[in-house]
Nanobody, 126 residues
Framework: QVRLVESGGGSVQAGESLTLSCAAS????????LGWLRQAPGKQREGVAR???????SYATSVEGRFTISQDNAKRTLLLRMNSLKPEDTAMYYC????????????????????WGQGTQVTVSS
């Protein structure tokens, strides 16, 4: 069992920055990789960034170069630094954990996660 709690969301102007944090807990964290998903109103959930099976970060094309994902060595804290925010980044952001054997952790389908948190809202106004 993995528990994920997000924080750090808020309302900002376009061009500003936010850092999201995810506190992860559970006895089997080393069996999982972690990442971020988001869902805007009326849209499907999409992958944002993740740290894969071998510790390599990867990003959705829409955020590459603006967002940075990082985690501590114990995988207890996952961060998402978001710079140069755009109105289209407005969404509920979710921390997710996926089994190391999943395609989520090998750079494939973001949908193959096993656990997710309650989300934190990010609103970017123009």
């Amino acid at each position: 069992q993995v528990r994920l709690v997000e924080s750090g969301g808020g309302s900002v102007q376009a061009g500003e920055s936010l850092t999201l944090s995810c506190a992860a807990s559970g006895n089997t964290l080393y069996d999982f990789c972690l990442g971020w998903l988001r869902q805007a109103p009326g849209k499907q959930r999409e992958g944002v960034a993740r740290i894969g099976r071998y510790g390599t970060p990867s990003y959705a094309t829409s955020v590459e170069g603006r967002f940075t994902i990082s985690q501590d060595n114990a995988k207890r804290t996952l961060l998402l630094r978001m710079n140069s925010l755009k109105p289209e980044d407005t969404a509920m952001y979710y921390c997710a954990a996926a089994k190391l054997s999943s395609s989520f952790c090998s750079g494939g389908d973001y949908g193959t996660f096993a656990y997710w948190g309650q989300g934190t809202q990010v609103t970017v106004s123009s």
